[in-house]
């Protein structure tokens, strides 16, 4: 079966403007979660979807949002992007969110 | 919240050699404990899991062992092989409840020299 799908795979912005990245999740999973990936912080929760409802937010600003469709697929916006939000973005697939987690390829995202 | 701590955060062993990783974690809550493998460039990949009803879970050349009561769980490669050569992650969740998230250690680099 096709696994996490993520797009775009990389992308590059400048300071100030404003990104949507968007997964696709594996057949039948319903919990959609995204992670910000950096060298010096590791793997960050940013927040969990199910079934369009948003169930945790991890410690990151307001800038950062996402939302989840009736077909469980993603996306997640960050406005007014910073040097500092220079990260791989990963989101991960499970079926409610309990265990099991499969992560897509992940969105690079270079702000200049 | 959780807190995960991983060691060591570089390992380099011979081919053919065991390597062993060692997390804690600081909320007696997690109750399901993931082990991603994350080649350069690539996405993380789950290796192994295991659940705080079960103390050892074995695939193969990989093992997981957990301790609930001191809070630490290993993972253990024995007979290393070069393509082991990663960044391995240990993870902790609530999956039971209402946590719906998963809280990593930093990493730990694995250098399988041949």
């Known amino acids: 079966k096709a696994g996490v799908t993520q797009t775009p795979r990389y992308l590059i912005k400048t300071r100030g403007q404003q990104v949507t990245l968007s997964c696709s999740p594996i057949?039948?999973?319903?919990?959609v979660s995204w992670y910000q990936q950096t060298p010096g912080q590791g793997l960050q929760f940013l927040f969990e979807?199910?079934?369009?409802?948003?169930?945790n937010k991890g410690n990151f600003p307001g800038r950062f949002s996402g939302r989840q469709f009736s077909n469980s697929r993603s996306e997640m916006n960050v406005s007014t992007l910073e040097l500092g939000d220079s990260a791989l973005y990963l989101c991960?697939?499970?079926?409610?969110?309990?265990?099991?987690?499969?992560f897509g390829s992940g969105t690079r995202l270079t702000v200049v | 919240g959780e807190n995960v701590e991983q060691h060591p955060s570089t390992l380099s062993v011979q081919e053919g050699d065991s390597a062993v990783i060692k997390c804690t974690y600081s909320?007696?809550?997690?109750?399901?404990f993931p082990w991603y493998k994350q080649e350069l460039g690539k996405r993380p990949q789950l290796i192994i899991d295991?659940?705080?009803?079960?103390g050892e879970k074995k695939d193969q050349r990989i093992a997981v062992t957990l301790n609930k009561t001191a809070k630490h769980f290993s993972l253990h490669i024995t007979e290393t092989q070069p393509e082991d050569s990663a960044v391995y992650f240990c993870?902790?969740?609530?999956?039971?409840?209402?946590?719906?998230?998963?809280?990593f250690g930093k990493g730990t680099l694995l250098t399988v020299n041949p």
């Open positions: 991960a697939s499970s079926l409610e969110g309990r265990g099991g987690y499969t």
């Open positions: 057949s039948g999973h319903r919990s």
């Open positions: 979807y199910f079934s369009e409802t948003q169930r």
């Open positions: 909320d007696s809550a997690s109750n399901y």
């Open positions: 295991i659940r705080s009803n079960v």
């Open positions: 993870a902790a969740s609530n999956g039971g409840g209402s946590n719906y998230k998963l809280t």
